[in-house]
């Protein structure tokens, strides 16, 4: 094997009638190729003929992929023949690279490769030495992600994309395998129904636990869609309910002290100033999961007070809800639900919630924002219930904690690529990067 033969297979070009003529180095590797010899199925594309004769030649110049981190330019000598039965002229083709293209098979690959990446197609233009219209043309012609199948766990959850159909597009994701089933360009319920009326019944009864957050739109239209799939609700969004109403009314609790402060007068209009400047410090501090955290994290100390005595954690909670009964109600309470979430199981968690939320309907304290907390759970309970169901599969609670994760994927694509004009191009995008 000689020094032009270890050239071909380097480059790949995969074309044994090829030979390598000269190479240049400079600011690019320019590599002059020519035909030792004509492939042998040559023939003419209008007649069939294999009667011909060379007319004449011209030079290729073909972008190829980079060499040593450098960029690679191919001039082939491309001989045109001229037909001896009908006339007509045609080049003679080569493997390496498809008809009417200006980049080699190899470096539509590497940009077909590197798209898979989570970079902006500029990006990959910049690096493969060709223009971002290019990068964007071979990506439409090479990726066109279909929609996986629809398995037993599904987790649907929106994010906002801009779309032509609205503000945000819809996710759909298997939990167990980590898979992106399809990205639809709206969350409408139209849509989402039309979406569904086109997969088979028998791939949609497949479908046996379905995880949402507390959507009432995706609630009433999956009763239709999936009415003997278990609709779950998802853990991380019913909480929230709670640790949202409790820090509305901290605000409130805090808004009420600041005006006290302004219209007191001496020690105690400094004394309400304190409480309040208190509550908006240590927001995140009221609001620790004690459930979740270890006891030695309450017992940091985290200062020494003038009088040379250390303040830990839990000091300052105290001191937060010691001053404010309706407050201190209101942690109570968030703590209890805590509690609920993390220590109950399927058979008492029905029993558990609906204690709770009679206690806090029956509370005589000021906790408005604790109530209608309570009365959403009510609304959602069997929804709420079912996120206490353990997933035979993972043997953990279902939740749509890996979709969460996903929107966070597809803003990151979406961030990276400075925005999509073309949502089939984001969505083939985020498939595309996703699937394994």
């Known amino acids: 094997m000689n020094n032009d033969n270890y050239i071909i297979n380097l480059l790949d070009l995969q074309d044994e009638n090829l030979v390598v003529k000269d190479i240049t180095f400079g600011d690019q590797i320019t590599i002059f190729i020519e035909f030792f010899s004509l492939p042998q199925l040559t023939s ?166 379905l995880v949402t957050d507390l959507n009432e739109a995706y609630r009433s239209i999956f009763k239709v869609i999936l009415p003997s799939a278990v609709r779950i609700a998802d853990r991380f969004h019913w909480i929230r309910q709670t640790t949202e109403a409790f820090n509305k009314m901290r605000i409130r609790i805090m808004n009420i002290h600041i005006k006290n402060s302004e219209i007191l007068t001496g020690p105690e209009k400094y004394k309400e100033r304190e409480y309040a400047d208190l509550l908006k410090k240590n927001y995140k501090l009221l609001l620790a999961n004690k459930c979740s955290k270890p006891s030695w994290y309450f017992d940091q100390i985290i200062k020494t007070d003038k009088y040379g005595q250390n303040i830990t954690i839990q000091n300052k909670i105290e001191k937060c809800i010691n001053y404010d009964k309706n407050l201190e109600e209101g942690y109570t309470l968030l703590q209890e639900l805590y509690s609920i979430a993390k220590y109950s199981i399927f058979e008492n968690a029905r029993e558990r919630i609906m204690k709770w939320c009679d206690k806090v309907l029956n509370s005589d304290f000021i906790i408005p924002e604790m109530k209608k907390a309570a009365l959403t759970y009510k609304n959602w309970i069997d929804e709420i219930v079912n996120s206490f169901i353990i997933n035979p599969i993972t043997h953990e609670r279902m939740s749509n904690g890996f979709i969460e994760g996903k929107n966070n994927f597809c803003k990151v694509i979406k961030r990276v690529g400075f925005g999509y004009k073309d949502f089939d191009v984001f969505r083939n995008k985020i498939l595309n990067c996703n699937r394994k």
Request: aromatic letters at 10%; glycine letters at 4%; one cysteine or more.
């Open 44 to 209: 003419c594309p209008r007649c069939g003929s294999i009667h011909y004769n060379k007319h004449s030649f011209w030079n290729r110049t073909i972008k190829h992929s980079k060499i040593a981190g450098q960029q690679t330019i191919i001039i082939l000598k491309q001989p045109r023949l001229v037909c001896m039965d009908c006339g007509k002229t045609f080049n003679v083709e080569t493997s390496f690279i498809r008809k009417n293209r200006r980049i080699s098979n190899s470096l539509s690959n590497s940009i077909i490769d590197n798209s898979k990446k989570k970079i902006s197609f500029k990006d990959i233009a910049q690096d493969s030495n060709v223009s971002e219209t290019t990068i964007y043309t071979e990506f439409k012609k090479q990726i066109n992600e279909f929609r996986c199948k629809l398995t037993e766990i599904v987790c649907i959850d929106e994010f906002k994309a801009s779309t032509i159909a609205g503000k945000y597009a819809l996710i759909i994701g298997d939990p167990v395998s980590g898979t992106i089933l399809d990205i639809l360009p709206s969350r409408q319920q139209d849509y989402i129904l039309y979406y569904f009326q086109t997969i088979p019944k028998i791939e949609l009864n497949k479908v046996k636990y």
